[in-house]
């Protein structure tokens, strides 16, 4: 079974990497008034390089680091 602290820690961490992005784009905002189709864009090509070139190599590579095939 899962302790309460860690599912409190894994709640806080899924929050803070959720808004801490949004909060800092909004300040960053009020200093600057960029443009918010930048910090899409940003979002965007993230999740899709993640997506296409992050995820594939550790699946491939961590398996056989670990010494066992999953």
Known sequence: MV????IVCM???ALFTIFM???VA???????KFK???FFAGAIVFT???????IPILQ???PICNGIRI
Request: hydrophobic share 55%; glycine share 0%.
């Open 3 to 6: 302790s309460n602290i860690s």
């Open 60 to 62: 491939s590579v961590l």
């Open 11 to 13: 709640i806080f961490t």
């Open 48 to 54: 899709v390089m993640q997506i296409v070139i992050r």
């Open 21 to 23: 992005p949004i909060v």
């Open 36 to 38: 918010w189709r930048f």
């Open 26 to 32: 909004i300040v960053f905002y009020k200093k600057t």
